[in-house]
């Protein structure tokens, strides 16, 4: 992967629907050049998909929660667990393996404080999960693309 192609990665980080002929504008190649590039990156597994950037607040889940999870199980198989817990009122949005204490971390979206405390409760219900800590986002400074 050369700077080009890191330059391509980096703005369609920033405007995943930027089209190929503003890319090749924007790099200093061919509307050709780009297409083959983007897609060797994806054949090469280093672009996997697009993502849509949500307005959580629309779609009724306004409140970001990070919950860290000590199970005795391995992370995976605590975090597979932890992502059946999703529902219209809370959604698991990340699931991390982490070192320390913990070893799970998830990044949630949910509804109100109902719903995050119901979310605590069925972490905290099933067999194995040992402890949970939560933290409650104030504010978001930078998020994904945002960091570009």
Not at 58 to 70: C, D, E, Q, T
Not at 122 to 136: M, V
Request: proline share 1%; net charge negative; with cysteine.
């Amino acid at each position: 992967m050369d700077t080009t192609d890191q330059a391509i990665v980096r703005l369609l980080l920033a405007q995943g629907r930027i089209s190929h002929e503003q890319l090749a504008q924007e790099v200093h190649l061919s509307r050709p050049a780009v297409h083959e590039r983007i897609k060797r990156l994806q054949e090469e597994k280093i672009l996997r998909g697009y993502k849509a950037v949500v307005d959580w607040g629309a779609l009724g889940l306004p409140l970001s929660v990070f919950i860290w999870v000590r199970g005795s199980g391995t992370a995976r198989e605590t975090g597979r667990v932890l992502l059946q817990l999703s529902n219209s009122s809370a959604l698991i949005e990340e699931c991390h393996s982490v070192t320390g204490e913990w070893c799970v971390m998830l990044k949630a979206r949910v509804a109100d404080s109902h719903a995050l405390e119901t979310l605590i409760e069925q972490i905290r219900a099933i067999e194995g999960i040992q402890g949970t800590f939560t933290s409650l986002v104030l504010s978001t400074i930078s998020e994904g693309q945002d960091a570009l």
